[in-house]
Structures are given as structure tokens and as C-alpha cells.
């Protein structure tokens, strides 16, 4: 089974800075998933990534294959932006359930 | 827009009680899952469907079932609540075309069991 470690678990900043979060994975994947919680539950999908860079608005997803390795970059951080950011993986081997798992989560605080 | 709701936002029920908690999809999407959603543990699936009337366990399936009698539905059933049940709990439903997959969230049930 793949595991999915993401850090920091937990990140404060003030607004403006530029905010990164790291996820590793330890076996090969299709894809994977950055998804953003805010407060209050609901769960959207920012981006997914099978290779390279995405970016969108002051988003930006890359992972590199060969280190099993993606960051998740915000630039000029707003207190909008606060949220829990969670990374999930599909397997390249499919299995159960798509093969997605998730990582803990990072929760971002971004202060005014 | 992909919409998943969920039948009700907060829930509080009594230790022993029988606890339905409904999800629905309006994409015909053939793929439905719960999750709960605990402080340190992430998301952890506990039942998923790939059809109607199919489910299989996920990794917490102790304590809960489910049921799909439609495709659009997916009832996570709690048949008798403990507070260890409080928690988040998360319904999706995803589809998958070619390389490309995408999961759709509910807004969550937030269950206290007292």
C-alpha cells in the first residue's frame, strides 16, 4: 500500500509569503491529487498531476516521478487561502477503491 | 457542475442509536465512497460501491455498513452508534476517462454521538 507523507502538518504565515507544502509517496503512481478543505468540510480538487507543473492563479503543482516528490507552491498567501491542503495518490497498480490515498492533510493559517 | 450532497451538515444521536446518514450524486458517476475525517489521521475510508448494489470494505469498515439500491445513492449506515463514531464523515463519488480521474467531495456530515 502506498504511503503518503505531506509536511509541515501545520503552517502559519503572514499574508504575502510565499508557502510551500511537500508531499512524498513511497511506491510508483498514475496520479496525484492536490485537493483544498476549508473550514466547514467541503473538499475541492485543485489540481492533478501525473508529471511536471500546473499552475493556476497563484497555485502552482510540481512533482518530479523519479523522487516520488510533489510541492504544492502558493504565491502572495492571502487569508483566504487558510485551508486544509491534503494530497492523495493513485497507485499505478489500480487495486480497490481508484487506489487513492491520502495524505494527513496541512493546515495553513494565513494571518492579515 | 458535478453536485454531491449529503442529507443533513451536523448530526447528534444518542450512544445505541441506528444512524443513516445519506449521500446522493447527480453525474451518473459508477464509482460512491465514505470516508470519516478524524484531527491527525486524515481521511480513511470505510466503504466503497463501484455499482449498484456492490460495495466493498475499506480500511475502517468495522461498525458501519452501507447500501446502493440506485446509482445516484450511496447510505452509510451506523447500526448502533458508539461515541467513537463522532467524526467527519465525507462522501464521493468519482469517474475515471481515459488517464484522466477526478473525485468529488460532499460538504460532510459533522456526527456527535453522546
Same mark, same amino acid.
Given at each position: ?112 | 457542475?458535478? @453536485? ?5 451538515? %451536523?448530526? +447528534?444521536? /444518542?450512544?445505541?442509536?441506528?444512524? #443513516? ?35 466493498? @470494505? ?5 461498525? %458501519?455498513? +452501507?447500501? /446502493?439500491?440506485?446509482?445516484?445513492? #450511496? ?40
Amino acid at each position: 500500500k502506498n504511503e503518503v507523507e505531506q509536511s509541515p502538518q501545520n503552517l502559519t504565515a503572514q499574508e504575502g509569503e510565499f508557502i510551500t507544502i511537500n508531499c512524498s509517496y513511497s511506491v510508483g503512481i498514475s496520479a496525484l491529487h492536490w485537493l483544498q478543505q476549508h473550514p466547514g468540510g467541503g473538499i475541492v480538487s485543485l489540481f492533478m498531476l501525473s508529471s511536471g507543473k500546473k499552475k493556476h492563479g497563484r497555485l502552482i503543482a510540481t512533482i518530479n516521478i523519479q523522487e516520488k516528490h510533489s510541492s504544492l507552491h502558493i504565491t502572495a498567501s492571502h487569508p483566504r487561502d487558510s485551508a486544509v491542503y491534503i494530497c492523495a495518490v493513485r497507485s499505478s497498480s489500480g487495486g480497490g477503491a481508484d487506489g487513492l490515498t491520502f495524505g494527513k492533510g496541512t493546515h495553513l493559517i494565513i494571518q492579515p | 457542475d458535478v @453536485k454531491v450532497t449529503q442529507s443533513s451538515r %451536523y448530526l +447528534v444521536k /444518542r450512544t445505541g442509536e441506528k444512524v #443513516f446518514l445519506e449521500c446522493v450524486q447527480d453525474m451518473d458517476h459508477e464509482n460512491m465512497f465514505w470516508y470519516r475525517q478524524d484531527p491527525g489521521l486524515g481521511l480513511r475510508l470505510i466503504y466503497f460501491s463501484y455499482d449498484v448494489k456492490m460495495k466493498e @470494505k475499506g480500511d475502517i469498515p468495522e461498525g %458501519y455498513s +452501507v447500501s /446502493r439500491e440506485k446509482k445516484e445513492r #450511496f447510505s452509510l449506515i451506523l447500526e448502533s452508534a458508539s461515541t467513537n463514531q463522532t467524526s467527519m464523515y465525507l462522501c464521493a463519488s468519482s469517474f475515471i476517462v481515459g488517464s484522466s480521474y477526478e473525485q468529488y467531495f460532499g460538504p460532510g456530515t459533522r456526527l456527535t454521538v453522546t
